[in-house]
């Protein structure tokens, strides 16, 4: 009986302990009001301040995480984090209405940044995890490649029409030609 109490009592500290890691991430990153960084001239240090910090929590609670729980405990509640943490980041992403060049180049390094750090406590491959991938060259590519990335598949995986059209929108300006590239921009495909 007190081996289920104490696995009870663990689960719920565990449950704690995730809860209140994602509790101070969402603060820092509520910290950088979002990724737009739209008239904001240190939003780039911000971001950048406030990815070091989000690094350094995961990183903390990874490692007492691995000293104390069997590794298939561990995996399940790190896949859980970054998921969530990733997840949270490219929904924003996704929703800025204007990026300029310096702003793209800005979220594409803090996103490199970001995922070589994480790379180093990721567990699997997981639908956010490719999808939080992607961004950094979303940033960086034109949009012809964006759309070729689109057609080939690449893209169409794991993130809907609607998504890449906006965020390309967000990236290019409104030309004849771009309207046209953006329309083959078509079918979700997940």
């Not at 691995?66 to 929904?91: A, H, N, Q």
């Not at 990335?149 to 169409?156: I, Q």
């Amino acid at each position: 009986v007190s081996s289920g109490i104490n696995a009870e009592y663990g689960g719920v500290m565990l449950q704690q302990c995730y809860t209140t890691l994602h509790r101070k991430i969402g603060n820092l990153f509520r910290q950088t009001r979002g990724l737009d960084g739209q008239g904001k001239e240190n939003h780039g240090e911000v971001i950048e301040m406030v990815f070091v910090q989000i690094i350094a929590l995961i990183n903390e609670y990874s490692s007492a995480w691995k000293r104390w729980l069997p590794t298939s405990r561990y995996e399940g509640l790190m896949t859980r984090t970054l998921d969530t943490t990733l997840t949270l980041i490219t929904s924003d992403c996704l929703k800025i209405e204007d990026i300029s060049a310096k702003h793209s180049t800005c979220l594409a390094n803090n996103f490199t940044l970001l995922r070589e750090q994480l790379e180093k406590v990721k567990v699997e491959d997981t639908v956010p995890w490719r999808r939080f991938n992607f961004l950094p060259s979303l940033m960086e590519d034109s949009l012809v490649k964006i759309v070729e990335s689109w057609e080939s598949g690449v893209l169409s995986e794991v993130f809907r029409a609607a998504e890449i059209q906006h965020i390309s929108r967000a990236l290019f300006q409104n030309t004849d030609k771009n309207a046209a590239l953006r329309r083959r921009i078509t079918g979700d495909v997940f």
